[in-house]
């Protein structure tokens, strides 16, 4: 189960940190991601972070956001800065299992998602 906090409406130039708390993993290797989406569009993803340790950026975000996960609160994190009103989306968190370094596609688990709105 996951359960996605921290959206809300922002001005821009802004910060916000997102937070998932991730219960009932089992995978043993994994991949942990933020993804995005905004109505008629596909999700995008956002940020993604492995249990190896790897962290990857996608084109929405990068230079401008930071992502982690703490272990011993299984909760993984977006913090998001310098926002602007393009980044108004809801943000979702996704956990697949990690297969020879790659994360397997679709993702298996899917929070609600959170509300992020930048004005």
């Given at each position: 189960?996951?359960?996605?906090?921290?959206?809300?409406?922002?001005?821009?130039?802004?910060?916000?940190?997102?937070?998932?708390?991730?219960?009932?993993?089992?995978?043993?290797?994994?991949?942990?991601?933020?993804?995005?989406?905004?109505?008629?569009?596909?999700r995008e993803g956002?940020?993604?972070?492995?249990?190896?340790?790897?962290?990857?950026?996608?084109a929405?975000?990068?230079?401008?956001?930071?992502v982690?996960?703490?272990?011993?609160k299984n909760t993984l994190y977006l913090h998001m800065s310098s926002l602007k009103p393009e980044d108004t989306a809801m943000y979702y968190c996704g956990v697949t299992p990690m297969e020879e370094t790659k994360c397997t596609r679709p993702y298996k688990f899917w929070g609600q998602g959170t509300q992020v709105t930048v004005s």
């Open positions: 189960q996951l359960v996605e906090s921290g959206g809300g409406s922002v001005q821009a130039g802004g910060s916000l940190r997102l937070s998932c708390v991730v219960s009932g993993n089992t995978y043993v290797t994994y991949c942990m991601g933020w993804f995005r989406q905004t109505p008629g569009r596909e956002v940020a993604t972070i492995n249990s190896a340790g790897g962290s990857t950026y996608h929405p975000l990068v230079g401008r956001g930071n982690s996960y703490d272990n011993a």
